[in-house]
T-cell receptor, first 115, second 114 residues
Framework: KQEVTQIPAALSVPEGENLVLNCSFT??????LQWFRQDPGKGLTSLLL?????REQTSGRLNASLDKSSGRSTLYIAASQPGDSATYLC??????????????FGQGTILTVHP | DGGITQSPKYLFRKEGQNVTLSCEQN?????MYWYRQDPGQGLRLIYY???????QKGDIAEGYSVSREKKESFPLTVTSAQKNPTAFYLC?????????????FGPGTRLTVL
């Protein structure tokens, strides 16, 4: 059964820092990996999707990488801003087993960027 | 304006009552999903539907029921059999296309049992 782990659970940084959020998954049979942002009391906003055949995706100050063989993905946020404060979730779309076609979520990293 | 809408935003239920949460999408997506989110836990899949008039149980389907009579609508009923229904409920939709299966989420409904 797929398991997704995010490290760290929480992160507090000063404004302007570059930072890395980590996501690991146990089963490499995935179609893609998605990164989401969730503000308190809100739904999830899709940030980046990396297909299993891709190595990375970029959107503005965000860059996500995928190493399927090692079961890892990272989300890099450049020049962090207070508005980046939120919970960041990664999710793997499973391509096999009993979880076929389903997303398995990590528990998230709570990011606080202080001025 | 394309997107996913959920209603109501807040819902209060008395013990023993069934309640229905609404989810509508105008993205023309084939697949729709219901998740439950509890503090300190990741999202857990309740039910999903790949096509109209068909749906499958997710990881925590007990005490819940769904229907998919229209492509754009996927309501979730929380029955009195659900022992601990207080949670944040999220609906999502996607096109069922392998590597391009990108899920988009609604704003959520917070259910509280009184």
């Amino acid at each position: 059964k797929q398991e997704v782990t995010q490290i760290p659970a929480a992160l507090s940084v000063p404004e302007g820092e570059n930072l890395v959020l980590n996501c690991s998954f146990t089963d490499s049979a995935i179609y893609n990996l998605q990164w989401f942002r969730q503000d308190p009391g809100k739904g999830l906003t899709s940030l980046l999707l990396i297909q299993s055949s891709q190595r990375e995706q970029t959107s503005g100050r965000l860059n996500a990488s995928l190493d399927k063989s090692s079961g890892r993905s990272t989300l890099y946020i450049a020049a962090s801003q207070p508005g980046d404060s939120a919970t960041y979730l990664c999710a793997a779309l499973n391509a096999g087993g009993t979880s076929y076609g389903k997303l398995t979520f990590g528990q998230g990293t709570i990011l606080t960027v202080h001025p | 304006d394309g997107g996913i809408t959920q209603s109501p935003k807040y819902l209060f239920r008395k013990e023993g009552q069934n309640v229905t949460l609404s989810c509508e999408q105008n993205l023309n997506h084939d697949a729709m999903y219901w998740y439950r989110q509890d503090p300190g836990q990741g999202l857990r899949l309740i039910y999903y539907s790949q096509i109209v008039n068909d749906f499958q149980k997710g990881d925590i389907a007990e005490g819940y029921s769904v229907s998919r009579e229209k492509k754009e609508s996927f309501p979730l009923t929380v029955t009195s059999a659900q022992k601990n229904p207080t949670a944040f409920y999220l609906c999502a939709s996607s096109n069922w296309q392998g590597m391009d299966n990108e899920q988009f989420f609604g704003p959520g409904t917070r259910l509280t049992v009184l």
